[in-house]
């Protein structure tokens, strides 16, 4: 059975840090791009960072950079996001996603094949 499973959420104050884990199982690790995906209340789900399990090249959102970081052990098939300096506005779900995916390219909402099923963020200001 593939299984994602999110964990690290929680409520901060902003300015403040959380460390979101997603631990994958069921399927093969290696060749699959991992991604982060935010929803906040009221909105359409977004990507925010995604890494390839291969070669370890990583994607961000214009909203996260230099905040946020995407990394990964694959030793433990897990992808963690680090978050720091965080803002009102990142209040919302956070969902780890994976596909089976070649190449440079970060892989749009659609492309997505497993989910997990997500965790809270909640930054107060």
């Known amino acids: 059975e593939v299984q994602l499973v999110e964990s690290g959420g929680g409520s901060v104050q902003a300015g403040g840090s959380l460390r979101l884990s997603c631990a994958a199982s069921?399927?093969?690790?290696?060749?699959?791009?991992m991604s982060w995906f935010h929803q906040a209340p009221g909105k359409e789900r977004e990507r925010v960072a995604g890494i390839h399990t291969e070669g370890g090249s990583t994607h961000y959102a214009d909203s996260v950079k230099g905040r946020f970081t995407i990394s990964q052990d694959n030793a433990k098939n897990t992808v963690y996001l680090q978050m720091n300096s965080l803002k009102p506005e990142d209040t919302g779900m956070y969902y780890c996603a994976a596909v089976t995916w070649v190449g440079d390219t970060w892989p749009e909402i659609d492309d997505y094949f497993y989910w997990g099923q997500g965790t809270q963020v909640t930054v107060s200001s």
């Open positions: 069921g399927f093969t690790y290696s060749s699959n791009y």
